[in-house]
């Protein structure tokens, strides 16, 4: 099993269009890969604004998002004139518009706020 990638898988993410690296997970499994930390400011900008627009007849009171990879887009849906929280980078542990959803403990987050969300 190769671990190089130099296939691509072309999609769409909203408007934009992407590459994305195939990536062997073992001989009988293969992911396409988006890191959206990878992609650029302007990238998480717009799938942030789009996401927000795709989200506003639901009037949502929080952003969910798996940790590290998925912070860009939710800091950015969060942003939307219609939504009642403002997530920032300073805030990003406290309660908020967006919330971080870990898969594994980390201790340098384990005395963070924690509890119902109100403004």
């Known amino acids: 099993m190769s671990t190089t990638t130099d296939r691509t898988y072309p999609t769409m993410?909203?408007?934009q269009a992407v590459?994305?690296?195939?990536v062997p997970l073992n001989d009988d499994l293969?992911?396409?890969?988006?890191i959206c930390?990878?992609?650029g400011v302007a990238f998480a900008e717009t799938a942030g604004r789009e996401l927000a627009e795709l989200m506003?007849?639901?009037?949502p009171?929080?952003?969910v998002s798996v940790a590290t990879m998925g912070i860009p887009i939710a800091i950015e849906a969060s942003r939307a004139r219609w939504m009642t929280w403002r997530l920032?980078?300073?805030?990003a542990v406290a309660a908020s518009a967006a919330a971080i959803v870990r898969l594994t403990p980390?201790?340098?987050i384990s005395a963070a706020a924690n509890g119902p969300i109100s403004p």
């Not at 590459?19 to 195939?22: H, N, S």
């Not at 506003?56 to 009037?59: C, F, K, L, V």
């Open 37 to 39: 930390v990878d992609m």
């Open 13 to 15: 993410v909203g408007s």
């Open 19 to 22: 590459e994305l690296p195939l």
């Open 61 to 63: 009171e929080i952003v």
């Open 88 to 91: 920032t980078a300073r805030t």
């Open 56 to 59: 506003r007849p639901a009037q």
């Open 30 to 34: 293969t992911i396409a890969l988006l």
């Open 106 to 108: 980390k201790r340098s």
